[in-house]
């Protein structure tokens, strides 16, 4: 457990297998249709039996996928009912990419007998390739066919690219009044696609009853505080996108504080995954700066700490190395006092008011070399924190991706 | 030659040896302080005959160098007569480092018998640590003692940490009036320092005559094209310094705009050797963002490409994989169209219009291995362009920043 990282109290939390379809009304597919070259499955398919609340956030990048565009489209009225993902071609930067998003939701709506709209689009996978769409279109009889109510884990292995492992959490979530419902969710994306880049795909499910604004709003904050706090190599990429489905058929759903703690945990959990599973990492690290002004601040400098080459590289070789953490931090952007910044690696403070502790260098050289290594910044100044996650640099990561050669 | 890299006009460019002391008028020393546990020089003096007209320019990290501060306070009458720099400990984020650093200057002062603000200190190594003054200045008599007309190399050789070459670069500048005057200096800087982090030290002399303002002016325009547009992991480091010192002393110097030229050339090709003795690397890359509508986007869009780690670790595999760099100029925050967006590597032209053209992947891929990459980026929209020079991302680079362990 890294602190900071997540809800704190995890008391109605209690965690279900199944993926998506943990969720009670909703199906799930993942087939083959050939457009990833390794035969792996790559077509996916999540599927509400009522209509559902939906809400998307998709990546922040200019160079926009079209499925991005389209999912945003769709999404606009507040109802959906489906989610199509196709892995192994982003359907970026072509010609056709617009027409070819919007008959990626046409076929699986038309296999689904539901107007085009209420079906979003993803695609994830090599950039500039025109996508294979005939391809998706031959293969969606059988990605209904094979809608089932245990697909969650079929659906999240469709979606991987150079995942090495699938992204799946759920969780009853429970109030002390008898209030229940499902949240349930699955991710994809660690760091870059053949031959072009990382993209990070969200899926999520729940059948709390959330209205349009509602949903928007949980969304929002979930997402910025979890996905939007994670980096693993700090490419943005031009497909990222989260969409909550909420069919609200729980019989006697919890309370709405609930019901937003279980979609933090989902987030926190999928994100936390998609950073371990970053390529070549060995290790994840959550970067915690508090005693700062505002929330806003202390993201700033923790996203500069874990986002700098030469602290991830440190991570990496279990270095101790606060004097690259000052340089990041003092390269934020962000005011402050250095002389009142204290730095601790795990329970190790190695520097305080801005200057070194005579700190066990054994110690602190143990605590970044766990599977988890925190690195706590304290401003000195207010009461704001926040933790950004990162992983450690390799050179299993310039390896992959400087030899994957297109 | 990277296009758009330094001045397009050499004619009045001469090269000479010598370094710093190529400029009639300096002497400069190197020596062994012990400071470098190894043993290797790391105690440098670059010293006018005459008082010279003095501008510097430092690090914008929050977290400065003491070093930085005082020799901006120095700096800041306009007028010096040498620079001291010792390698080996950076003097930050240690509790008597502003003390140390006016030790430093005052040291070299009084074996030179100078007033101490005539004396710029740098320094360049571990962080965190407390400078062991007393050596450096029992070793200032035999730094002094040593300074010599032909000292450049010695000077550039004590300045280097983890830099495995020397950089120096001196050119006669001369018009076609017969005016003349030399623009000489010395950098070090390639990636990181034990245990620390990158510092860039610049050492710029002149017998060119400019006051005060003129010289501020000249250094900054020099500055801002080279030495601020190149980058090798993306930390700034806390101590970066650039110096020049003019005295003016040339018989008949030439027209103003040819010294800015020779600036110009001396920071661009000072700036190219950093980049190419960076870290690990095996390549230098040249990304040149033109057709943009102000230089500032041209600067923002090339940096965001030059400083992605996907795009670097491209091209340490030769791979010409333009979705990242789409990817990367989405990512910088500047508006364009990606419709008229065409992208070429080398002379191959991989994209145009935002698609991808039909292009030779042989050949491209050829492109991406030379010893000089050029990422030519055209947005189509007016006329204002920038390069920014990186090096390839690789394994070396990570291995090295994280197998140190302190």
Redesign the interface.
């Known amino acids: 457990m890294i602190p900071g990282w997540g809800p704190t109290d995890r008391a109605g939390l209690h965690p279900l297998p199944g993926g998506v379809t943990a969720t009670p009304g909703f199906r799930a597919s993942g087939v083959v249709s050939g457009v990833k070259p390794s035969g792996r499955p790559d077509l996916a398919l999540v599927v509400a039996e009522t209509p559902a609340s939906v809400g998307v956030v998709t990546t922040t990048?200019?160079?926009?996928a079209p499925a991005c565009v389209v999912a945003e489209r769709h999404a606009a009225r507040g109802q959906a009912r489906a989610v199509v993902v196709n892995a192994g071609n982003?359907n970026?930067?072509?010609?056709e990419g617009e027409d070819h998003a919007e008959r990626l939701a046409r076929a699986a709506a038309h296999e689904l007998g539901l107007e085009p709209d209420a079906v979003l689009p993803m695609s994830t996978g090599?950039?500039?390739?025109p996508l294979p769409i005939e391809r998706i279109e031959a293969a969606m009889p059988q990605a209904a066919a094979a809608l089932s109510p245990d697909g969650g884990h079929d659906a999240a292995t469709a979606i991987l690219t150079t995942d090495t492992v699938t992204k799946e959490v759920a969780f009853e979530v429970t109030d002390e009044r008898g209030g229940r419902c499902v949240v349930a969710g699955m991710a994809k994306g660690v760091g870059?696609i053949e031959?072009?880049?990382?993209t990070l795909l969200v899926v999520l499910t729940t059948d709390a009853p959330l209205n349009k604004a509602l949903l928007k709003q949980l969304l929002r904050d979930a997402v910025g505080c979890t996905f939007n706090r994670i980096s693993v190599?700090?490419?943005?990429?031009?497909s990222d996108t989260v969409a909550l489905l909420a069919t609200g058929t729980a019989e006697q759903p919890p309370g709405l504080d609930v019901v937003a703690t279980g979609l933090h945990a989902v987030c926190a959990d999928l994100a936390r995954a998609v950073v371990a599973d970053g390529e070549g990492a060995t290790r994840v690290a959550g970067v915690t700066v508090r005693g700062a002004e505002t929330e806003g601040d202390a993201e700033q400098l923790a996203r500069s700490v874990a986002t700098?080459?030469?602290v991830r590289?440190?991570i990496?070789?279990?270095?101790?190395?606060?004097?690259?953490i000052?340089?990041?931090?003092?390269?934020?952007g962000?005011?402050?006092d250095?002389r009142r910044v204290s730095v601790a690696c795990g329970d190790v403070t190695v520097?305080r008011f801005?200057?070194?502790t005579s700190f066990d260098?054994a110690m602190a050289?143990n605590a970044m070399r766990r599977d988890e290594v925190t690195i706590d910044v304290d401003l000195g100044v207010g009461s704001a924190a926040a933790t950004v996650l990162t992983c450690?640099?390799?050179?299993?990561?310039?390896?992959f991706?400087?030899?994957?050669?297109?």
């Open positions: 990048n200019l160079v926009k982003a970026v930067c072509t010609a090599v950039i500039g390739v870059m031959p072009a880049m990382a190599d700090g490419d943005g990429s031009t700098s080459l030469l590289a440190a990496h070789g279990g270095d101790p190395n606060w004097g690259r000052l340089m990041a931090l003092g390269n934020a962000v005011d402050f250095v520097c801005g200057v070194a260098r050289a450690d640099l390799t050179p299993e990561y310039v390896r991706n400087a030899e994957y050669t297109t």
